[in-house]
């Protein structure tokens, strides 16, 4: 490709130095024309003021030793013209460089002249081709009495342009040699850039790059220097949500501001952030290029999380099923001792204390919480807080008909702010948890509230922000998921997720979901619980 470039440019180099001659050429010549008429011209009108010349015409004949003649040759020898000729009104000469024709008629048209005009031209005479011009010759009245026509050859004329002509080619030439070495530095470069690959092989890189591009499974967006879009393949318009019109625009702009777009720009540093896009869990990653812009690769890991989720609800139901093995465990083993010591009486009252708490625990939560899966959540969630030594209570002010419109996501936000609240007090004193879900109208309001260190009033809103954590990261995946997702959801149906101090200390999250239920039917039921329904208490204090 080198060579094929370098013969281009010299080609394109010569052909505008050919032009460019020619184009300098041909105005040169018309110039060369011009300056010669107008002299011939001077020249003439230099003769035609001399004060005797028209009285000599007057006053004497034609005649090769005339005055007119001798007049004539004093200003054609001066002025290196190459006929200097006076005529009569006539148009009869009376002065020519070859005496033979004095007394003849001028072989070009004199009317002009004679008329009082005076004319510049390029014509062919008796001595050939020439450049002209032509006064008339007035006498002391005024009057033309005839005129003078003064004539330069026109191979003086060609003389000069042909001289001119070696120094043009010469300017050509060097611009040529320069245009040729610029060439060269030129494809040096390009064959440097291009690593020598042919126009076929690089129109074939970029078929590849396009296939490669659109075929792969992670989105590819590519930057300018100045933070503009300026390539998208076809899974980074699914993954951001975004089309063709964003190609060009600010990531700002393409995006809007949010954790995304400054994972693109390079604001966040790091390898494998976590990011999220709408409903959308993306891991990004970015990488500099040599001409200051970037390119960030996305992969959609919400499938992922997903399976994290599940694995993690399997795991607090594997929790949950060891701490009921483990509290049945020592309730059988106390039910046995009673038995040997012969307590029968009490060893009954002991069973039926338990088996009722455990009725009185799952009873108080379906009377104040309708919907079953919220309900089998939060009765799972007992077990393991009891387990962790957090009592989990559900507030008197708790009323929840079941008729929640998208049960599923109101238990991805219960399960994780519970979550969040169980390992925010694990480990210290007098811990609990509370939870408070009620209706208002269409309204879902949430609120979980703790007895740890709660939320510094400066890092409120970062903790909604993807990958912020203040927990070690779990082996199976990151953590700095949960939050950001409660507030999408909110934010999806209207609503919001904010979180305050809790009275007593520790922190409070409060959810509002607009439009959280459906219209209650023709038999709706009453939403008001069992009259002196008090808080289902569970962990330390039912293991007491």
């Known amino acids: 490709m080198f060579s094929q470039v370098l013969l281009m440019q010299v080609a394109v180099a010569a052909g505008v130095a050919v032009l460019a001659t020619g184009l300098f050429l041909a105005p040169l010549s018309d110039q060369l024309d011009d300056q010669a008429m107008r002299r011939a011209l001077a020249i003439a009108q230099t003769a035609a003021a001399q004060p005797r010349l028209a009285e000599e015409l007057t006053a004497t004949g034609p005649s090769a030793d005339g005055p007119v003649q001798a007049a004539a040759e004093r200003v054609r ?13 006539r148009g009869v000469r009376w002065s020519h460089t070859n005496p033979a024709e004095i007394g003849r008629r001028v072989s070009t048209d004199p009317r002009q002249a004679l008329a009082g005009r005076e004319v510049m031209q390029i014509d062919d005479g008796t001595l050939g081709r020439s450049a002209r011009g032509k006064v008339p010759l007035r006498d002391a009245d005024g009057s033309v009495v005839g005129a003078v026509s003064v004539g330069i050859a026109y191979d003086s004329v060609r003389a000069r342009l042909v001289h001119a002509i070696p120094g043009l080619l010469a300017y050509a030439g060097g611009a040529l040699a320069v245009g040729a070495l610029a060439a060269y530095l030129i494809s040096r470069r390009l ?26 499974r992670e989105g590819v967006v590519a930057l300018d220097r ?71 690769t996305l992969r959609d890991r919400t499938e992922l999380e997903q399976l994290g989720r599940e694995l993690d609800s399997t795991r607090g139901l ?19 001792g009673l038995l040997e010591l012969e307590m029968f009486d009490e060893a009954t009252e002991f069973v039926g204390e338990v088996v009722g708490d455990h009725r009185a625990t799952a009873e108080q939560v379906t009377e104040k919480i309708h919907d079953p899966l919220l309900a089998a959540l939060l ?51 007098h ?65 919001s997720a904010r979180v305050t101090d809790a009275r007593g200390g520790g922190a409070q999250f409060t959810v509002v979901l607009p439009e959280a239920l459906a219209e209650p039917g023709p038999a709706a039921e009453p939403e008001h619980g069992p009259t002196g329904a008090g808080a289902v208490t569970t962990g330390e204090e039912e293991s007491r």
Not at 77 to 89: F, H, K, L, N, Q
Not at 451 to 458: D, F, L, N, R, Y
Request: a negative charge; charged letters at 25%.
């Open 191 to 216: 064959h440097r850039q291009t690593r020598d690959l042919a126009f076929s092989d690089i129109a074939g890189l970029l078929a590849e790059r396009e296939a490669v591009l659109h075929g792969i």
């Open 318 to 336: 594997i929790d949950a099923l060891r701490a009921q093995d483990h509290e049945h465990a020592n309730r059988m083993h106390t039910l046995l």
């Open 431 to 495: 811990a609990r948890v509370e939870v408070e879900l009620r209706a208002e109208g269409r309204t879902a309001v949430l609120r979980v509230r703790d007895t740890g260190p709660g939320v510094p009033a400066g890092q409120r809103e970062v903790v909604f922000t993807d990958g912020w954590s203040t927990k070690e990261p779990s082996a199976h995946r990151p953590r700095g998921i949960g939050l950001p997702l409660v507030r999408r959801l909110a934010e999806r149906q209207g609503g």
């Open 379 to 429: 009765v799972g969630k007992a077990t393991v807080a009891a387990e962790r030594g957090v009592a989990l209570a559900v507030s008197d002010g708790t009323l929840l008909p079941d008729r929640l419109v998208d049960a599923r996501g109101l238990v991805t936000v219960v399960g994780n702010l519970v979550d969040n609240a169980l390992d925010a007090v694990a480990g210290t004193a």
């Open 77 to 89: 020898r001066a002025s290196g013209a190459e006929y200097v000729v006076v005529m009569d009104g």
């Open 226 to 296: 100045e933070g503009r879009i300026r390539l998208l393949n076809d899974e980074a318009r699914r993954l951001l949500g975004i089309g063709d019109e964003a190609v060009g625009q600010p990531l700002d702009a393409a995006l809007g501001t949010g954790r995304t777009a400054d994972v693109l720009a390079g604001t966040v540093g790091g390898t494998d952030l976590l990011t999220v896009r709408g409903q959308r869990v993306l891991v990004a990653n970015r990488m500099p290029t040599e001409d200051g812009g970037a390119v960030a």
